[in-house]
């Protein structure tokens, strides 16, 4: 009972839900209080409202499981480590494998950019010579598709990773875990877009045969990056590490350009060198290979409610949750709301895409808005809204992380580590900041903007945690 | 089709300005596509792709602000570029709403409040339980103001407030006042020796008001609920209140309020006390007081004699009954009163928005005039069969849940008591009208200035009718109402002004009772 002789002790300090005339009252006596800006929980939704309530009375479980997922949120350190070939780096890989973005998918499921994604990526291995033979393999059932996620990877749009493609190899250096990427290949056509013309397969083949090998030499003699100090930087830069990557990529390129002028050979260097500097968005799958890295460490613990992956097929929407295995919850994918590069419109838009929402999941991007004002114009919001979008996210997160903090906040932590039950209890749908890929294969990005996480998606995992929990 | 294009120079901006830019010129009669872009390699080709790559802006470098539109006429093309330069010599004043961002659940309003200890809860019944569990698991105490929860929840979150060590007062826990901090409906009073734990609200607020005109105070005053201590919930709040003011250095005497418990919950507080070190004063209302006595314990009879008696334990002094006219000699007055009643003016209506107060009221009044009919009677015969229309002596409580269902508080919103004032001042049978004023926290702003424009009204309706109106102030000084004012509105309107709720209730009687024996 020292609980209530605390609160006889005083001083008093009251959080306030319902009558706001009872806070104003506190604070005209001059009582510390802070005022709840209740509605009625999951929208008022009464299966729900009991669903909560029933775990509610096991959160103590849930709280210890939290608890062990947060810390190993917070005490991962990013750092990346080399780039080696999917085939022979990722564990389980096989030749005839093929990894997308977003929850399992069949191949006559998968929407255009993601077809067209695989086309090339075949083209490229070799093991077809044009995309009708490509097409036709696909179908065949002799290709193995699998979710990135399923094997420690994350990949951009259609997220297509084969054998032969160079990937960053990120590792978690508290607990050992390791996470891979893809290569960003710049904007316009380009493969994870669904472009497969036989300039993207060379550009592929160059990324391969000269960048890769390249910045692998100088990230080795570098005795890597550690990610997590670059992403900190970035975010006092003004980027949120999703949408805008202009000063983490800097950052990455001034890191590594000493040693990348000694290892490189000195007939490409200039080659290398224009490629980082062109693409603002380099360091965008580095970014969610760190991310992906930091979130597998506090995924399987049982009883947690961590998300630790939200992403997109472009037809569904998918979530993984650290208590509950494996297993991905899933809804039909959103379309996003933003703004259009000249020539297109909405209906040119596919539904939502890629694994980039990691980099929300772990607190950055949409979650990190406030960090990067300069791209809150894409749904034609101001500063403010920028502010106001990271604000909203914080009753949803589990924690903040005191790495990555936001100068316009006061250099507050970003809100981190999606937990469901907040999620559904408020109705707040998590943010992410995106790219918009036209519907149809090759044509590329057509925009970028905001979407919501869909509320079915933690609905769902609800119901799988009261089942496992109660 | 008309393309126009215009080339800026060495005038960089933002692409994602320039994108909405763009988005807005698209929106404009007969534009069919519009670009502003800064004219790079990779915007060049997305020109060419969609056939407005004009040979002018193939030309100009990746440093150079381009605008090119597709339109119908030359008319709408002059315009698009033009309303295009303007767009982008608009100065971005445009400001983003700020809000003021609270925090949406109790979770994130204990991170935003380090040290937070109380969950003040007042949201609709359905959903306050869970919000107290909530309260609970973040290790708050609870102040439950919300009513309508089901008694099985009660019992279940006091249930996990005591393992947890927690206070959980409520639900219906209309006042407590902790550490000097008043909660929901409260006064302002002194702070003293004297621990109150009560399962009523307004019992509480003429308590620790009384207790401060007897020059007394409070050091905690601990709500329960109203339910506490029925055998179902066995006054767990109660027991843990008395624990916690038993230890609290602050607090010297202990006064128990509460409704009638149930038998075994009444007998588990009887032995609780008798242990108790500090001296305790019990006042059960409509209660048993030669069982409290026989206990060995201090009884009262009303709220009233209560809070004496605490004070002359806190002062060190032998708990007595109040003395007749502790307040003052009121003959005078009542008899003038009386003087003014017409031969068939023989009732009492008391219109209560406290209901500890009204069955305070009740007590005393059945002593000295017989049956009070009510919507809570004293006894189960004396149930009025429409609560909204007095039989004989009346008194409603008028915030009880027939009256308060989909609607304020009538201490919040006096209008369904201006109403019913009407009604009864209509009666030509009514004698006195008995009413109580509750000031402080929580309650309407001038609850007094509302009770006497509602007299002056009754009085122009109905000149001939004549009841003498009575009225108390449960309030203090310190109140946002403050007591001296709100006696002054109320006088000035006529209305007879007493220092208590059971002297108030004395004096309705006592100009009925001189009434009556002067008919005869």
Redesign the interface.
């Known amino acids: ?19 706001e ?2 806070a104003h ?2 604070t ?2 001059g ?11 999951a929208n008022g939704d009464p299966h729900l ?1 009991r669903l ?2 029933l775990i ?2 096991n ?2 479980v849930i ?1 210890t499981a939290n608890q062990k997922a947060i810390n190993r949120l917070l005490e991962a350190q990013p750092k990346l480590i080399d780039i080696k070939l999917a085939g022979e780096v990722i564990p389980g890989f096989e030749r005839n494998m093929i990894l997308h973005s977003g929850p399992p998918i069949t191949w006559s499921k998968m929407c255009g950019p993601m077809r067209g994604a695989v086309i090339g990526a075949l083209i490229y291995e070799g093991l077809a010579d044009n995309a009708e033979q490509a097409e036709k393999l696909a179908a065949s059932g002799e290709i193995k598709f699998a979710p990135c996620h399923e094997y420690s990877a994350v990949g951009p749009m259609s997220g297509i990773i084969s054998a032969s493609m160079p990937v960053f190899v990120v590792e978690n250096e508290t607990a050992g875990n390791r996470a891979y990427s893809n290569f960003n290949e710049g ?2 056509k380009v493969l994870r877009f669904g472009a497969n013309s036989p300039e993207i397969i060379e550009r592929l083949r160059w990324i391969r045969d000269v960048l890769a090998p390249a910045l692998r030499n100088a990230i080795l003699a570098c005795g890597g990056v550690d990610l997590k100090t670059l992403t900190a930087k970035a975010l006092q830069m003004g980027d949120e590490c999703h949408n805008r990557n202009l000063a983490a990529t800097s950052l990455l390129t001034r890191t590594l350009m000493p040693a990348l002028v000694k290892t490189c050979p000195p007939n490409k260097l200039e080659e290398v060198a224009s490629f980082l500097a062109k693409n603002d968005h380099f360091y965008l799958n580095i970014s969610m290979a760190a991310c992906k890295a930091i979130l597998d460490a506090a995924h399987g613990i049982p009883g947690s409610t961590l998300v630790t992956a939200m992403a997109r097929n472009g037809v569904e929407f998918g979530i993984r949750v650290s208590g509950l295995g494996n297993e991905w919850f899933t809804a039909p994918a959103p379309y996003v709301k933003g ?5 297109y419109n909405d209906e040119d838009a596919n539904p939502d895409l890629g694994d980039s929402a990691i980099t929300e999941t772990c607190g950055l991007g949409g979650f990190a808005m406030a960090a990067a004002p ?2 809150v ?2 749904v ?6 920028a ?2 979008y990271t ?2 996210m ?2 949803i997160t589990l924690t903040s992380n005191p790495a990555y903090t936001i100068p316009n906040l006061g250099f507050r932590p970003t809100p981190t580590g999606i937990d469901v039950l ?1 999620v559904v ?2 109705g ?1 749908n998590p943010i992410i900041n995106t790219g918009i890929a036209h519907r149809e294969a090759g044509v590329g990005q057509i ?1 970028a903007g905001l979407v919501r996480a869909p509320m079915e998606c933690f609905v769902a995992a609800l119901h799988r945690l009261a089942e496992t929990i109660s | 089709m008309v393309i126009r294009w215009l080339i800026k120079p060495k005038m960089y901006q933002d692409s994602v300005k320039l994108m909405k830019l763009s988005a807005e010129l698209r929106k404009q009669d007969g534009v069919k596509q519009a670009s502003v872009i800064m004219a790079t390699e990779m915007n060049k080709s997305t020109l060419q792709d969609i056939g407005m790559l004009v040979p002018e802006v193939a030309a100009a470098n990746a440093d150079d602000l381009a605008i090119i539109v597709a339109v119908d006429t030359e008319e709408q093309a002059q315009k698009a570029v033009e309303l295009a330069e303007k767009l982008l010599n608009r100065a971005e004043v445009q400001q983003g709403e700020t809000k003021q961002q609270f925090p949406k659940t109790l979770r994130s309003a204990v991170e935003a409040l380090p040290g937070a200890n109380l969950a003040l809860i007042s949201v609709p019944g359905t959903y306050a339980a869970a919000e107290a569990l909530k309260a609970l698991n973040l290790g708050l105490n609870v102040h439950l103001f919300s009513d309508n929860v089901t008694l099985e929840d009660e019992v279940r979150l006091k249930q996990i407030g005591t393992k947890k060590g927690l206070l959980v007062m409520g639900p219906d826990c209309g006042t407590a006042i902790i550490d000097g901090v008043p909660l929901a409906f409260a006064n302002v009073v002194a702070r003293g020796k004297i621990g109150i734990v009560g399962a009523s609200g307004t019992g509480i607020q003429e308590a620790t008001v009384l207790i401060e005109r007897l020059g007394g105070g409070i050091s905690h005053a601990i709500g329960t609920g109203g339910r506490d201590l029925l055998d179902e919930v066995g006054g767990q709040m109660m027991l843990l209140g008395i624990d916690l003011l038993e230890d609290d250095p602050a607090t010297e005497v202990i006064l128990l309020i509460s409704k009638p418990a149930g038998p075994r919950t009444a007998n588990k507080i009887l032995d609780r006390v008798k242990q108790c070190k500090k001296p305790v004063v019990v006042n059960l209302l409509k209660g048993d007081l030669n069982a409290i006595q026989s206990a060995g314990v201090v009884g009262a009879a009303t709220i009233e004699d209560a809070a004496y008696k605490a004070v002359a334990l806190a002062n060190g002094e032998e708990a007595v009954a109040m003395p007749e006219n502790y307040w003052g000699d009121y003959s005078k007055q009542i008899a003038m009163l009386e003087s003014q009643l017409g031969p068939n003016q023989r009732y009492i209506r008391g219109l209560f928005t406290g209901g500890t107060l009204a069955d305070e009221a009740m007590v005393i009044l059945s002593d000295i005039v017989g049956d009070i009919f009510s919507n809570i009677p004293l006894k189960p015969e004396l149930k009025l069969p429409s609560a909204r229309k007095s039989h004989k002596h009346t008194i409603v409580d008028l915030g009880d849940d027939e009256f308060t269902r989909g609607r304020p508080h009538p201490m919040i919103d006096p209008l369904p008591r201006n109403e019913r004032l009407m009604q009864e001042y209509a009666d030509p049978e009514v004698g006195v009208i008995l009413c109580d004023v509750v000031t402080g926290y929580g309650s309407h702003a001038d609850p007094a200035g509302e009770l006497a424009r509602a007299v002056a009204r009754a009085r122009d309706a109905y000149p001939s009718n004549n009841p003498a109106v009575i009225a108390f102030v449960c309030g203090t000084e310190a109140d946002p109402q403050p007591l001296s004012e709100q006696v002054k509105v109320l006088e000035k309107e006529g209305i007879f002004v007493l220092p208590s709720n059971a002297e108030a209730a004395r004096a309705a009687g006592r100009i009925i009772k001189l009434h009556e024996s002067r008919r005869v």
Not at chain 1, 339 to 343: A, K, S
Not at chain 1, 380 to 385: C, E, K, L, V, Y
């Open positions: 009972m020292t609980l209530s002789r605390d609160l006889i002790n005083g001083p008093v300090k009251v959080v306030n839900v319902g009558l005339s009872f009252d506190l005209s006596l009582v510390a209080n802070i005022h709840v800006e209740w509605r009625p929980p409202v909560l309530a509610e009375e959160i103590d709280n904007l316009g703004l259009y590069f000249p020539g300069a791209i114009q894409f034609g919001g101001t500063p403010q809204d502010l106001n604000l909203e914080y009753n907040k209890e408020t707040i925009g």
